[in-house]
């Protein structure tokens, strides 16, 4: 067997594959978020340690032999900044993705020129919950934080070292920090340009392969285990996205919106992540919500998640003239346009309007958010879709009607895991089946009937965003 372990935003995943990609056994554990202050957000790196450790614990537990995994492989939630000490502990709360804390920072880049010209050498747009202005905050305004860490880390990484003592990150986590996409090597010039050369030794070292070594300790102790790629990439591997062209929904905390190239670009409006591949790239558009701004709609509201479909199936398309924009995060937005100050808005509300339409205005105004990042990564090709918010067929129709191209729902569960163990076993030499491991299990095609009203709806939305 090989085992996956995708460690995200909200919880710790462990998945257990057996060699013809069907899955053993899973075991899950909830992560929390601590919100400190006003626009901050941190985890606790111990938690999330703990958390995988008692997952991998409870597969075995459950029945899965530790004699019979093959290889292990890790994923996890990409950005923020997990600071460590020397022995890989942490050195400080570490800061969430979503933390908005570096805002005005980010927002004196972009006047000052640092932003622009960080995206025209990465292929990166800096965001306030990104490593650099993270680093770049912390080292203005609490440096002794800094000097009490040994390694300025992402989550994957920072479990790596406490599960095997190996100090190191791989190209994916690598390429949205200080790294030039074209060389795949860290540039000191990017540094410098973030006022940050003399914290250059807080950067682990960048390794061509996956990062790999043993488990030390725990059910699972001599595992072989490979670090990468992050969860972006992790998951279109994991649902078969490695076609030129193609490209991944995630419908998970964040829209995020993905499409794989074989020719760097870095023109176009600043937005989004270029992300380094074995051959070529992800062209990453990660919406800052997803799925939590349906949750939030859906309080709002009063109804249940089970209720949704129901919900759909009352308000026609178009929800009667309602539009959202989905701008939730405390950071603002950061995909298909950077703009810390962007924040949501339900227009075209009157008194004919009932929870159903604002509910399916939720909907559509998530998956236009989609389709603008789509258009701006370069999709051209097929799309797969997975994450957490796929367990609705009426939602998953919604999307296809607004891209104008079929779904293939990609082979769950826990793609993000699937995409890990796969890499393990490259990294490892095991033979696998890739195309079965990642075979589609339902498509869903677009109305085409709806095509004018949709776009009808699309430059709606448009207007509305560039009004604002």
């Known amino acids: 067997?090989?085992?996956?372990?995708?460690?995200?935003?909200?919880?710790?995943?462990?998945?257990?594959?057996?060699?013809?990609?069907?899955?053993?056994?899973?075991?899950?554990?909830?992560?929390?978020?601590?919100?400190?202050?006003?626009?901050?957000?941190?985890?606790d790196a111990e938690t999330v340690v703990a958390a995988v450790e008692e997952v991998l614990d409870r597969l075995v537990a459950g029945g899965v032999r530790a004699d019979e995994v093959r290889a292990a492989g890790l994923t996890g939630q990409g950005d923020g900044l997990w600071l460590l000490d020397e022995q890989g502990r942490p050195a400080g709360?570490?800061?969430?993705?979503?933390?908005?804390?570096?805002?005005?920072?980010?927002?004196?880049?972009?006047?000052?020129?640092?932003?622009?010209?960080?995206?025209?050498?990465?292929?990166?747009?800096?965001?306030?919950?990104?490593?650099?202005?993270?680093?770049?905050?912390?080292?203005?305004?609490?440096?002794?934080t800094l000097d009490r860490a040994a390694t300025a880390a992402r989550c994957k990484d920072m479990i790596m070292q406490r599960l095997t003592g190996v100090r190191a990150t791989d190209l994916s986590d690598a390429s949205n920090l200080f790294t030039d996409p074209r060389t795949r090597t860290r540039d000191a010039d990017l540094l410098r340009l973030c006022g940050l050369e003399h914290r250059q030794g807080l950067l682990p070292p960048v390794s061509a392969e996956l990062p790999a070594g043993e488990i030390l300790g725990g059910a699972l102790g001599g595992v072989p285990l490979s670090a990468g790629p992050y969860d972006l990439p992790a998951c279109a591997a994991g649902a078969g996205v490695t076609r030129p062209g193609d490209g991944l929904l995630i419908i998970g905390t964040t829209l995020a919106c993905e499409v794989v190239t074989d020719h760097l670009d870095l023109g176009g409006e600043p937005a989004g992540q270029t992300l380094c591949l074995p051959d070529g790239w992800l062209r990453a558009m990660p919406a800052m919500t997803g799925t939590a701004a349906l949750d939030w709609l859906l309080g709002l509201v009063g109804a249940r998640h089970d209720e949704l479909g129901a919900l759909l199936g009352q308000s026609p398309p178009g929800a009667r003239g309602v539009r959202f924009l989905p701008y939730l995060s405390p950071s603002g937005e950061r995909a298909p346009f950077v703009e810390p100050a962007a924040r949501g808005r339900l227009d075209g509300l009157e008194l004919a309007v009932t929870k159903a339409d604002v509910v399916r205005a939720g909907c559509e105004g998530l998956a236009f958010a989609a389709?603008?990042?789509?258009?701006?990564?370069?999709?051209?090709?097929?799309?797969?879709?997975?994450?957490?918010?796929?367990?609705?067929?009426?939602?998953?129709?919604?999307?296809?009607?607004?891209?104008?191209?079929?779904?293939?729902?990609?082979?769950?569960?826990?793609?993000?895991?699937?995409?890990?163990?796969?890499?393990?076993?490259?990294?490892?030499?095991?033979?696998?089946?890739?195309?079965?491991?990642?075979?589609?299990?339902?498509?869903?095609?677009?109305r085409h009937d709806l095509e004018e009203h949709y776009r009808r709806y699309l430059d709606d939305v448009r207007n509305l965003r560039s009004s604002l």
């Open 371 to 446: 389709r603008h990042c789509f258009e701006a990564a370069g999709l051209t090709g097929e799309v797969a879709v997975c994450g957490g918010g796929t367990g609705s067929e009426d939602w998953l129709q919604i999307f296809a009607d607004a891209l104008g191209r079929p779904l293939r729902l990609a082979r769950g569960p826990e793609v993000g895991a699937r995409g890990a163990a796969l890499a393990a076993a490259r990294r490892f030499g095991l033979a696998v089946d890739e195309a079965a491991w990642t075979a589609g299990t339902r498509w869903y095609e677009p």
């Open 1 to 43: 067997m090989i085992v996956g372990v995708d460690a995200g935003t909200s919880g710790v995943k462990a998945v257990a594959f057996a060699p013809d990609g069907e899955v053993v056994a899973v075991e899950s554990r909830s992560l929390a978020l601590a919100h400190p202050g006003p626009g901050q957000v941190e985890q």
């Open 93 to 144: 709360p570490a800061l969430s993705w979503l933390d908005g804390r570096a805002t005005p920072l980010v927002d004196g880049w972009m006047r000052d020129g640092t932003f622009e010209e960080l995206f025209r050498r990465t292929g990166n747009a800096a965001f306030p919950g990104a490593g650099a202005p993270l680093l770049a905050h912390l080292d203005r305004g609490s440096p002794e």
